[in-house]
Every structure is written in structure tokens, then in C-alpha cells.
């Protein structure tokens, strides 16, 4: 049987997330292209939210035989041209005026050293469809400008333009030079009015949570660093046939994903370790919202 190929064993990707302030994954900051294996979830190593889909890097040159091929290239060539310019017929070296002015010219500076050649900076030029159909970022060179992609759709909205801010008060305008790194927001009008922001707390019938909210299907949900105080005894995990349950005046502190507990600590009321809990980002029966006092 034939051994399965990288490109069958694994995914790669690039991750665009922001936590809940809009500041980039370190990961999504620098591009890097990450290598999973099929087997495992396609999630970030760093912020551990789900990745975009690139196609596999491209093979690295044989470099060593390109130099080897580039070195002997040179002395073939530089052989032939002192045989050319610097023999005469007797075999006698000889370098005519015209010669030594033409072959190999080398720009100058006023102080008489050789300057590298100048090569712009390049920015990423990020669209932040909100809401809407994915747009590809754009590379563009200092001083050249974006160019303008093609309209996103977003399901009984109508798009309205790119604005320079998530507040949508400067729109972008392509003819402008791009001079560094910028995100662009999509705009949209119609559709329903946007749900009211979720805060940073919120009472559930088993206890009361502090820490980051996000809103999924119109509902704020725990996701991201968070603490839940226990009003009664609950179930909070279940972990290799052992469940874990939360009494009153327990508090866990740890990270949550989607509503449910990803990982984090369950302290008693005197601040004792009970437990180390590691649900992971998969759903679980003990999601807030279904929660229900023993």
C-alpha cells in the first residue's frame, strides 16, 4: 500500500481571529501558516478559534543545485569574455578603452559606494466583512493603493461600502496610498436592528458569571476568560467516567467556549482547589444555559 503523502495527512491554515476588543491573534498578526493533522481539530495553537483554509506551501528550491548550476554558469562566462575582450590574436593580454568603460558599470553614490537597490515596504490590507462573505486580504507595496474587491453578501442587507473603523464613521476610499497595515469594515444597511451589546455579567438559575460574552444566534453566551460563582449544586464535567459537580458558594475560574466550560479550576468557598477541569472545545451536556440545580 502505497505511504499517504503530507498533503493527505494534513491542513494547513492561517488564523484571522480577534479576541472580543478586536485585537489580532499573535498568529493572525504575523500570517504564519499553520501545519494540523486530519486527525485533530483545525483550531489555532495560539487563541485555539478555528483557522481559514490555505492550500499547502509550495516545496522549497533546490538551492544547493541552483548555485552550483549559478557558479559554474559564471566562470564558463567569465572565461569566455576574458578569452573575448582580453586575449588578442597572439595571446597577448590586452584591454582596449572602450572596454574597460563598458563592461560591468556600477552605480555610484556621491561618495563614490556602491547603493543597494531600494525596495518598498509592503502592508496587509485585511477586510472585515462583518457578518457577511469572506474577502481575501491584499499585499500592497508603500505608497501604491488596494484594490477595490468585489461586493460581499450578506442575507437581507445591502452592502454600503469600507469604512476604516468598526464604528463605521470614515469610509475608505480606494484611490487613497496605502502607508501600513489596515483592517477595513464592511457596512451594511436593512435587515433587523442589532441586538443590544451583552456586557460583562450574566445571572443564570444555578449561579451568576463575570467575564467575556459574546452574542451567537442573538444571544450573549460565555466565551473567552470568564468566572461562574454557584448558587446550588450543579454538574459542572464529566471526565473519564468521573463527574465533577460544583456546591454552593464553589466558584470556577477558566475559559469558555460557545457556553460550555473549555478549561479552568473549581475552587470551594475557602478558595481550596477541588478540581482541574479540561472539557475542551467540544459541546458538552453541562452548557450554562441547560444547566439545572441537583
Known sequence: ??????????????????????????????????????????ICDECKEPLRRVPPPKPKPPWGIIIGIIVAAIIVCGFGAYMLFFKDCNGNGKVSDSVTKTVHPVAESDTGKTEPPVVPPLFTVNFNSNGGSDVASQTVKKGEKATRPANPTKTGNKFEGWFTDSELTSEWKFETEVTK???????????????????????????????????????????GQGTMTYKCRVQIAKMARTDYFAEKGYIFQGTWYNGDIEQGTLRDGNNNIIATISNGRRQSPYNLANDKCQ
Open 1 to 42: 500500500m502505497a505511504k499517504a503523502s503530507e498533503r493527505d495527512r494534513y491542513e494547513y491554515g492561517v488564523c484571522i481571529n480577534r479576541d472580543i476588543e478586536g485585537k489580532p491573534c499573535p498568529k493572525c498578526a504575523s500570517k504564519e501558516v499553520q501545519k494540523i493533522r486530519k486527525s485533530q481539530d483545525f
Open 181 to 223: 497595515n489596515i483592517t477595513l469594515y464592511a457596512k451594511w444597511t436593512g435587515g433587523s436592528d442589532p441586538p443590544p451589546p451583552c456586557g460583562k455579567t450574566k445571572d443564570y438559575s444555578t449561579g451568576k458569571y463575570e467575564g467575556a460574552l459574546v452574542q451567537i444566534g442573538g444571544n450573549c453566551i460565555p466565551h
